[in-house]
Nanobody, 123 residues
Framework: QLQLVESGGGLVQPGGSLRLSCAVS????????IGWFRQAPGKEREGVLC????????YYSDAVKGRFTISRDNVKNMVYLQMNSLKPEDTAVYYCARRENYCSGRSNEYDSWGQGTQVTVSL
């Protein structure tokens, strides 16, 4: 079975940084795109960043551009989301999800999801 497990969330002050990790099993990253999504209380889920099989970054929102970066380690079967200059509005549950080969703007085209990790940005 395909499985994704997020980790690295927690409480951080505004302006701080966090790195989220997504450990995958049951499939190879060589043929996968991994997207990061988030859902804040009372809001709909939104896409953050995605990295394709070929390493191309897909930006879902200008709100994180210039602050967040996505990377992958195919040998370790890990995908990372580096978050810098965090703002209170970044507070959300962050999810990683898998789609075959390439990124998509449609979240329902991702066929496997992790359980999420909580990120809270507050003083």
């Amino acid at each position: 079975q395909l499985q994704l497990v997020e980790s690295g969330g927690g409480l951080v002050q505004p302006g701080g940084s966090l790195r989220l990790s997504c450990a995958v099993s049951g499939f190879t990253l060589d043929y996968s795109a991994i997207g990061w999504f988030r859902q804040a209380p009372g809001k709909e889920r939104e896409g953050v960043l995605c990295i394709s099989r070929r390493g191309t970054t897909w930006y879902y929102s200008d709100a994180v551009k210039g602050r967040f970066t996505i990377s992958r380690d195919n040998v370790k079967n890990m995908v990372y989301l580096q978050m810098n200059s965090l703002k209170p509005e970044d507070t959300a549950v962050y999810y990683c999800a898998r789609r075959e080969n390439y990124c998509s703007g449609r979240s329902n085209e991702y066929d496997s999801w992790g359980q999420g990790t909580q990120v809270t940005v507050s003083l």
